[in-house]
Nanobody
Framework: QVQLVESGGGLVQAGGSLRLSCAASGSIFSINAMGWYRQAPGKERDMVAAISSGGSTYYVDSVKGRFTISRDNAKNTLYLQMNSLKPEDTAMYHC?????????????????WGQGTQVTVSS
């Protein structure tokens, strides 16, 4: 089993920045791809960004140029740097890990999920 714990969320004004972290523990040797998802109240959980074990990245169009996903394998930690935040970025942000290799963008291929960290952007 793998445990994922997110941190770094909070309340920020539009135009501000936040850096989310996701610490992985447990059977981390099984982890390949990782990703960040977000879920606003009453909406589906949608992908934000993904990263392969080799460092390839994917971003949804709405965050390209503003968000950066990265991972520190030595620290077993995934990051999401979020700049130029907008009110529409407000959501619960979840970290996810997959045993599959490559760049994973399908939610059903992620095996482990964190509880989430709330990001609220005020206008």
């Amino acid at each position: 089993q793998v445990q994922l714990v997110e941190s770094g969320g909070g309340l920020v004004q539009a135009g501000g920045s936040l850096r989310l972290s996701c610490a992985a523990s447990g059977s981390i040797f099984s982890i390949n791809a990782m990703g960040w998802y977000r879920q606003a109240p009453g909406k589906e959980r949608d992908m934000v960004a993904a990263i392969s074990s080799g460092g390839s990245t994917y971003y949804v169009d709405s965050v390209k140029g503003r968000f950066t996903i990265s991972r520190d394998n030595a620290k077993n930690t995934l990051y999401l740097q979020m700049n130029s935040l907008k009110p529409e970025d407000t959501a619960m942000y979840h970290c996810a890990a997959s045993r599959s290799s490559g760049l994973i963008v399908s939610r059903r291929l992620y095996d482990y999920w964190g509880q989430g960290t709330q990001v609220t952007v005020s206008s």
